[in-house]
């Protein structure tokens, strides 16, 4: 490929972030080319094609909100929609904005270089370099690279093997099939509801138990949502005012000011509702021990009200650490499925995997014989798939040497040193910490209004000074510590992949508060930023 080509602006990624970032730039007037790995557009909603796939957040509030003509023709069918409704609706974004002629499909970014004399930066693939441009936008997903877990024997297994962010394009029947599935975090939960529909029997091997609650999975007939599409201005505003970026309908007052009673009543209220609306039922659930364990207990007692057998309802009710601090699991039907003869929970927590076989999975006190393995073992989130790319800026330092005690940015947007270089939704931002789709809008506009100021001011360069840097990350970790977030081991803080550095990423003083502070940042004429 020729380098010829200069563009303003490449971004590497086709999910939410991409493509919004393309047309943004692209709007902006600014010439711009999108690269990605896979060969359509929709990031997570591609990679992710495992059975039972589903957005936890409503449709509703989990899509774009830039386009005003775009929220009132799109009809989502469901309330939750699941991967290939959301895949349909990017590819539909994607055509809508005429954006395909500007992305490259089937190319995977493995460098990316920074000239300091002509402020210009060089993208390479495998195959060579593939173009130059004054801006590079990474929407590389912050769960965009799948986790293998260095279990000895994986590669001996005789049956099938499966991960479920790599998931093929075909349907996969398990009937009359002895199944594993590994992991019980989000899509852990969803994979194996699904598997135990048509699965001979299936092991759900549990080594860390999740706070798992239901959902409203019901269509949305056309009533509902012609009356949901005239408040959709509404609905927006108040997503943008809710920690989360989604309007749970908090209650004011702080739960330890309420009797247990009252706080059970406004969980049970909320219960069958589903999703995240319970964790918001009050402002301090995640930063007031007392009160998270309220709701805590609540979620406890849930599982043994549904799990029939005893031993398996304590597995799955013996969470030893706040709720929220892991991602909770918006899973309906998952504890009802224990109840079935051919669904058997497996511990291995306290009896560890000790290896694959050709013919299953050993742990420490079993063997379990098994047709097929589904890995749901998760990412190396939020800097994995950054880290994958041999980034390098001023003086050839690399991203990989800036980032190696844990990654430091300046509003989750840029790094000190790497000029021209954005993030979108990178650690230390709310990211995967809120409803993403309203964090990615927010950080590709305030990169795109970036990008105007610099051309309006005929500047060549942005970057952060490295004590803007140092204070955000200080800052980062103080709000952090003033949650709950920090009590346990989580892929929040790396703590899933042996080696990488233990800290914690993203920003969890809410959405509201990260967007005031880019705001002022803008306002003041990008503070913290050295534009030349
Ligand atoms: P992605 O969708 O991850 O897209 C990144 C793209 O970049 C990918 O297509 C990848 O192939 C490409 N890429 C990466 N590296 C390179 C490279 N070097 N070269 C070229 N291309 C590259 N969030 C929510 O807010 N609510 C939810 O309900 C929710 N559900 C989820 C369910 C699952 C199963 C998963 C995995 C995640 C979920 N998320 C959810 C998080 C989800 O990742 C985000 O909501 C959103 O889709 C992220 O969009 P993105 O564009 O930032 O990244």
């Not at 395909?100 to 920074?114: H, K, L, Q, S």
Request: charged share 25%.
């Amino acid at each position: 490929m020729s380098t010829d080509k200069t563009y303003d602006v490449v971004v590497v990624g086709a999910g939410f972030a991409g493509l919004y970032m393309l047309h943004r730039a692209r709007t902006a007037g600014l010439s711009a080319h999108l690269y990605e790995a896979g060969d359509a557009v929709g990031g997570t909603w591609y990679w992710n094609r495992y059975p039972g796939a589903r957005c936890d957040f409503e449709s509703l509030d989990y899509s774009y909100s830039f386009d005003e003509t775009l929220q009132q023709e799109w009809d989502w069918p469901e309330r939750y929609s699941g991967q290939k409704e959301i895949q349909r609706y990017l590819e539909h974004v994607t055509d809508r904005f005429g954006l395909r002629a500007d992305i490259t499909f089937g190319t995977r970014v493995t460098g990316a270089e920074f000239d300091e004399a002509e402020c210009l930066w060089t993208l390479s693939a495998a195959s060579g370099p593939l173009t130059r441009a004054h801006h590079v936008v990474m929407a590389t997903g912050s769960l965009s690279t799948p986790r293998l877990p260095d279990i000895p024997g994986i590669d001996t297994f005789a049956g099938r093997r499966f991960h479920t962010a790599a998931w093929p394009d075909e349907e996969v029947d398990f009937t009359g099939r002895r199944v594993a599935v590994i992991g019980t975090g989000s899509s852990g939960v969803q994979v194996s509801v699904e598997i135990a529909k048509q699965a001979e029997h299936l092991y759900v091997l549990q080594r860390t138990p999740s706070y798992v609650v239901p959902a409203l999975h019901e269509p949305l007939d056309a009533e509902t949502l012609a009356d949901e599409k005239t408040r959709y201005a509404e609905r927006r505003a108040l997503a943008l005012r809710a920690p989360l970026g989604v309007d749970f309908a908090t209650r004011p007052e702080p739960t330890m000011s309420l009797s247990e009673e009252d706080c059970r009543a406004e969980f049970e209220k909320r219960w069958p509702v589903g999703g995240a609306a319970i964790l918001a039922a009050f402002p301090d659930l995640i930063v007031d021990a007392e009160a998270n364990e309220r709701l805590a207990n609540y979620l406890k007692d849930k599982v043994r009200e549904i799990v029939e057998d005893p031993r398996t309802a304590e597995l799955l009710a013996s969470m030893d650490y706040p709720v929220g601090a892991r991602r909770l699991v918006v899973g309906p039907g998952f504890h009802t499925m224990f109840n079935q003869p051919n669904v058997e929970l497996v511990d291995v927590k306290g009896s560890p995997i000790v290896e694959v076989t050709p013919t299953g999975i050993r742990t420490a006190d079993g063997s379990y014989d098994v047709d097929d393995i589904v890995f749901a073992t998760g990412f190396d989130a939020m800097t994995g798939a950054l880290l994958a790319i041999d980034v390098r800026g001023r003086g050839g330092e690399s991203l990989a040497e800036h980032w190696a005690a844990g990654p430091v940015t300046y509003l989750g947007l840029q790094a000190a040193a790497f000029p021209n270089l954005f993030l979108i939704t990178g650690p230390g931002s709310p990211s995967v910490f809120s409803n993403m789709v309203r964090s990615i809008e927010q950080h590709v506009e305030f990169v795109a209004d970036l990008l105007v100021a610099l051309r309006e001011r005929g500047a060549s360069t942005v970057e952060p000074t490295p004590a803007a840097e140092a204070d955000w990350v200080r800052h980062v970790n103080d709000v952090a510590g003033q949650t709950l977030m920090l009590r346990t081991a989580s892929w929040y803080m790396g703590a899933n992949v042996p080696g990488k550095p233990r800290v914690f990423m993203p920003y969890v003083g809410g959405v509201p508060a990260y967007r005031e502070i880019c705001d002022k940042v803008a306002a003041n004429g990008y503070d913290g930023l050295v534009i030349a």
